[in-house]
């Protein structure tokens, strides 16, 4: 009789929190080779994802619902409630316009402006990532 080693629980809250954290960062370094390759739809949208990645481990280390696009924004708004972060309206509005660009034709897309969102993305997952730890 062989012996597995045992497996965490995938819907334990820590676990969930750092698959979590880790698409999200994973989706930021995706968004990044996109953009290199031309691909904005593809860059803006992994964008997009990284931001609602990282909202999504902060709902479950806060323990709030976030099951539907529509409540990214309400994430992003009870964490700048707590947190008194006033850029978090920015950061907001930022994520919301590289999804926008996913169905936006390429001939109105500007790399520029992308690569400028995914700077901010990132600056975003650094300012959530810390209210995803849980005590």
């Known amino acids: 009789m062989s012996q597995s080693s045992p497996i965490e629980p995938f819907n334990e809250p820590a676990v969930a929190i750092a698959d979590y954290r ?5 989706f930021l370094v995706r968004s990044r080779q996109y953009l ?15 931001a609602a990645w ?8 806060q323990g709030w619902q976030y099951k539907r696009h529509e409540e990214f ?5 009870r ?9 978090l309206r920015d950061y907001r509005r930022v994520a919301n316009e ?10 109105f897309l500007d790399s520029e402006d992308i690569g400028n969102g995914l700077d901010r993305i990132a600056e975003l997952l650094d300012i959530l990532e810390p209210l995803t ?3």
């Not at 964490?79 to 850029?87: K, L, V, W, Y």
């Not at 590289?98 to 001939?107: A, I, P, Q």
């Open 73 to 77: 924004a309400d994430i992003l708004n």
């Open 79 to 87: 964490t700048r409630n707590a947190s008194g972060d006033e850029r």
């Open 133 to 135: 730890e849980t005590s």
């Open 36 to 50: 290199a390759d031309d691909d904005l739809h593809q860059a803006s949208e992994k964008g997009w994802g990284a």
């Open 54 to 61: 990282m909202a999504k481990a902060v709902a479950e280390a």
């Open 98 to 107: 590289l999804h926008g660009y996913f169905y936006t034709r390429k001939r």
């Open 22 to 26: 880790q698409q999200a960062r994973e």
